[in-house]
């Protein structure tokens, strides 16, 4: 049983009390609180700060996934914005070895899948004609326009077709790998212009709707940014497009430039390299113009549109940024997003269950969109291509 205060004077002065130190407390709690959200907003605009974080490797994912994520080391991030590079001989120099490495991987794996890579010249641009040993039935009339990501600097030449030999393979379709002028000597249009080469040439020849554009990365970029440029042109649009982990702004903006810095492994960080790469490219154009950064463009009308990202992935925000663009426009849109992949994972750990994965439902998206017979879908020999070391700069 409870007991009430007596009503004499003891019982009403004891309750007058109580009540004045409720009443005292809440308003210090009030004061305190309107403080502290009056100092954060007058300090940091809104930002939050967030603390240091452990992040164990992912557990809902394939061996070889988990695996990978368990021999990677925690990214060096600061390491990577002291990287400043300041002339186009200290941007070549840099680029140079990378790319050397990763032409070395995409010839080890052209040749363990048996596909054939041949240089050739579309509307006087460089290009690669990538033929997979079977082309897929319900791929003979089809063709997959690709443009290589790295940074708007990387994966010059045969360094570029690493993930069309992939993608040769593993959909049994025949790729054009674009290989577009880039900076430091080459800035923006040029990397547009050859795209606008090319696809000119190619429509001479063939039904815009038999054939898909896409890349990853900063190829993924001057897709769209390519899509508006035909628009401008009155160009024909491909049948089908696919963004791998696009960036879509070149400004430093999206919630995962900042949640999943140091967290990526392969893009650990917008600042250094990418920013400044993002700059050289641009040359003089504004940084949010849609040739630039395409998210700032029309999307009326775009073609159906393939995007994939992960939860660790920097450019999470620009691939869901392109979605829901496209989807706002009526564009349809299929966006994949993997359990504890990074930027391009399924490039850099292209044996994992989880890129196979992927290059399927890319496949049937393509077929949904460049209709043909059924076949079945061709697979990949993996005792010839599972000591293939991928170089990082294949997935940037």
Not at 95 to 109: G, K, L, Q, S, Y
Not at 298 to 312: H, K, V
């Amino acid at each position: 049983m409870c007991s009430l205060p007596s009503g004499g004077a003891d019982g009403t002065k004891g309750k007058h009390m109580s009540m004045r130190m409720a009443i005292s407390a809440a308003l210090v709690l009030a004061l305190a609180t309107t403080a502290v959200v009056l100092a954060a907003s007058a300090s940091q605009d809104g930002a939050w700060r967030i603390g240091p974080r452990t992040l164990p490797a992912s557990v809902d994912v394939s061996d070889v996934m988990r695996e990978s994520l368990l021999e990677t080391p925690a990214p060096d991030v600061e390491a990577a914005k002291r990287l400043v590079l300041r002339t186009a001989e200290e941007w070549e120099a840099w680029v140079r070895p990378r790319d050397v490495a990763t032409a070395e991987a995409a010839r080890a794996m052209a040749e363990a899948l048996s596909v054939r890579v041949q240089e050739d010249k579309i509307g006087g641009a460089n290009v690669h004609r990538v033929t997979p040993p079977d082309i897929d039935d319900r791929h003979k009339n089809h063709l997959f326009v690709y443009i290589h990501g790295g940074a708007w600097v990387l994966n010059g030449g045969e360094a570029g077709t690493f993930e069309p030999v992939i993608i040769a393979a593993r959909l049994g379709m025949p790729v054009i790998s674009i290989d577009y002028r880039m900076p430091p000597r080459h800035p923006a249009p040029e990397a547009l212009d050859d795209v606008v080469a090319v696809w000119t040439e190619l429509l001479k020849e063939r039904s815009p709707a038999s054939m898909a554009m896409g890349g990853s990365s900063g190829g993924a970029n001057i897709t769209m940014a390519s899509i508006h440029r035909f628009r401008e042109l009155r160009l024909a649009f491909p049948g089908a497009l696919y963004l791998g982990t696009p960036c879509v702004d070149i400004n430093t903006i999206g919630d995962s430039r900042f949640i999943n810095e140091g967290i990526d492994r392969s893009l650990s960080t917008w600042e250094g390299v990418p920013s400044d790469a993002g700059a050289l490219y641009a040359g003089e154009y504004d940084h949010k113009h849609p040739h630039i950064s395409p998210i700032y463009g029309d999307f009326a009308g775009f073609p159906p549109t393939y995007l994939i990202s992960g939860t660790r992935d920097l450019l999470l925000s620009d691939t869901v940024r392109a979605h829901r663009r496209l989807r706002r426009a009526g564009v349809e849109a299929d966006l994949h997003v993997y359990e504890g992949q990074s930027h391009a994972d399924y490039v850099a750990v292209w044996n994992a269950p989880e890129s196979a994965e992927h290059y399927a439902e890319l496949n049937a998206f393509l077929l949904k969109h460049l209709p043909s017979p059924r076949a079945p879908t061709p697979t990949l020999p993996p005792d010839t291509t599972k000591d293939i070391e991928v170089p990082a700069s294949a997935a940037y």
